[in-house]
């Protein structure tokens, strides 16, 4: 076994559970990709069970903290049930949920979200690309499903040293699922989708802006960022009598008109705009127009660190022109997915927008991802998703 020895004071981090080495904490070692390691304190004293990835400035991610524990077929199975199970608790109301959370359910890199009788999974890290058939065989024996498309097309891959990849890894046949969630139906196609799929981060949410709309009686409904229209179908399902889809994705925007019909709402309450967000609110102002409830749920503005002024910049836009959109009395439902934008700043961010728009507003509720993308002690890292419900005075 290989062993990565650090420098003296970087071994904290890890005493603290973060299962994260960055390449400047170590002072000697070195593996292949993927390769189990030993990672050690400076006077060699056992910290960790981790991957070695040559490539990335995450140079060690760790499996486990017990020294007994050995990382095989077994461990992996282990770790896949405990997540399976507790999703199982956890009673999610959809039959498509985020099994595995990477780092949060104590498998760094790895994403799996099921949709109905098909999984979809994300390999993001050496480590987990290493060990990609032991854990494909343990997701499907602990959900006793027999299909997994692989979604690893994603540009972080490259971060590790990976190619980008997509296909079935076992099973076969059509991409596109029906789900259900809350009341409603969805349809998902694991190889064209965004993400795995679908944004099932926001599944509770979109029931919240549901029950808001209905509660504060919104007839004009506008969903920034639409994609296929989840918060679309919520406002309808919340009784809004117009509801306007926008996003800059033309196949996301007629799967939305479908998706409309599929669900037995009748389509004249829904109008699908292919438009830049930002250029649509300034258009909507410019035309005098005024709604009842607006969601603004945008792309991860803010992809790195390092991004986060212009990202806030971009996202007290956004907020801004939104505010100055709503009547009196409308609702606002904004979020970030940006990891760097935590919730007292992305409340900062709000708050000028609010000063800018000229505009009071009460915090109705603090928005963050469904419970099945949970967010350790640990590892906050994996809290990205955070979000307001406004209620404009
Ligand atoms: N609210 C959605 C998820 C939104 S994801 C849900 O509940 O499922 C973000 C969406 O923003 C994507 O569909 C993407 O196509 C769209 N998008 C990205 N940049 C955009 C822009 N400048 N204008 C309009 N849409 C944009």
Not at 134 to 150: C, M, P
């Amino acid at each position: 076994m290989k062993a990565i020895r650090l420098r003296e004071g970087k071994e904290r981090s890890l005493q603290r559970r973060h299962p994260w080495v960055f390449e400047g904490s170590i002072a000697k070692g070195k593996a292949d990709a993927g390769e189990t390691v030993r990672i050690e304190a400076h006077d060699g004293r056992f910290l960790a069970w981790g991957a070695y990835s040559p490539a990335s400035s995450i140079r060690v991610r760790a499996w486990s903290f017990d020294e007994a524990e050995r990382i095989d077929a077994a461990f992996f199975a282990r770790r896949v049930q405990q997540a399976v199970a507790l999703r199982q608790r956890m009673a999610v109301a959809s039959d498509a949920v985020r099994l595995v959370h990477g780092e949060a359910d104590g498998l760094p890199g790895l994403v799996v979200d099921r949709y109905a009788d098909c999984l979809s999974a994300q390999f993001l890290f050496t480590g987990s690309e290493r060990w990609k058939a032991v854990i494909v065989d343990a997701l499907l024996a602990a959900t006793g499903l027999s299909r997994l498309y692989e979604r690893s097309d994603v540009g972080v891959r490259a971060l590790e040293g990976l190619p980008e990849q997509r296909g079935w890894l076992r099973g076969a046949g059509d991409t596109q699922l029906t789900i259900r969630e809350h009341g409603w139906q969805l349809q998902v196609d694991v190889a064209q989708g965004h993400k795995t799929g679908y944004y099932l981060d926001q599944r509770d949410n979109r029931q919240h802006f549901a029950q808001a709309v209905r509660h504060y009686g919104c007839a004009e409904v506008l969903n920034c960022y639409s994609y296929t229209g989840g918060f679309s179908l919520a406002a309808l399902a919340g009784g809004a009598a117009r509801v306007s889809s926008v996003d800059s994705s033309a196949p996301a925007l007629e799967l939305a008109c479908r998706l409309v019909q599929l669900n037995g709402f009748d389509a004249s309450r829904h109008q699908a705009v292919d438009a830049d967000v930002n250029a649509h609110l300034r258009e909507c102002l410019a035309q005098g127009r005024r709604f009842d409830a607006i969601v603004l749920d945008p792309p991860k503005f803010a992809p790195t660190a390092a991004q986060v002024e212009r990202a806030s910049r971009a996202y007290k836009d956004i907020n801004r022109l939104a505010l100055k959109l709503l009547r009196s009395g409308g609702l606002l439902f904004s979020f970030s997915c940006s990891g760097g934008i935590g919730p007292e700043l992305f409340h900062k961010i709000v708050a000028g927008a609010g000063i800018d728009a000229g505009v009071d507003a009460l915090i109705l509720q603090r928005l963050a991802a469904a419970c099945d993308h949970p967010t350790t002690l640990q590892f906050p890292e994996s809290d990205y998703l955070t979000g307001l419900a406004l209620l404009v005075r």
